[in-house]
């Protein structure tokens, strides 16, 4: 199976880490401006069956985006700002009938997202968006505290506030 990720900023990093590491991906294409980066991120993996492959792109031309994803199980977009590429970048998954997700965290662009949702499901492809720190991570670490909450009974072993710090365990 073939991911693709666009961008290899400091989200793109840990992003690209995490395909690798956690990812069950036999081929990771790498789409960004500044390819040497991205092989300085590459440079610190360790040697995995991955076969990775970077790509110098125009986060704005929607055809060429479209060709590289082609093939791919999904996309993972990484690039910002998210205003200036988050659209064209959803174009090109909508023309090449790949899955999408978005780190997207700007609330000016998220609405003209959600008008793709009939282009989307049409093309059958999901696309997901806001997976980013602000707020992707959040939820995660809310769902997180959720699961351990409901291991332990629903008790709140620790509560934290600004007047109080945490107890050593």
Known sequence: MKALLLGCGEMGEEALRDLYEFGHFNELL?????VSKAHLVIDTLKPNTT???VHEIDASDIKSLAELME???VAVNCIGPNYKYELPIAFAAIRAKVNLVDINDEYEVTPKMYDLHNDAVKENILIIV???GCPGIDNVLARSAANQRRKDGNKILQRLSPKRKARKS
């Open 71 to 73: 093939g791919c199980a």
């Open 130 to 132: 806001g997976l980013g």
């Open 51 to 53: 076969k990775i492959s």
């Open 30 to 34: 790498i789409g960004t401006r500044t």
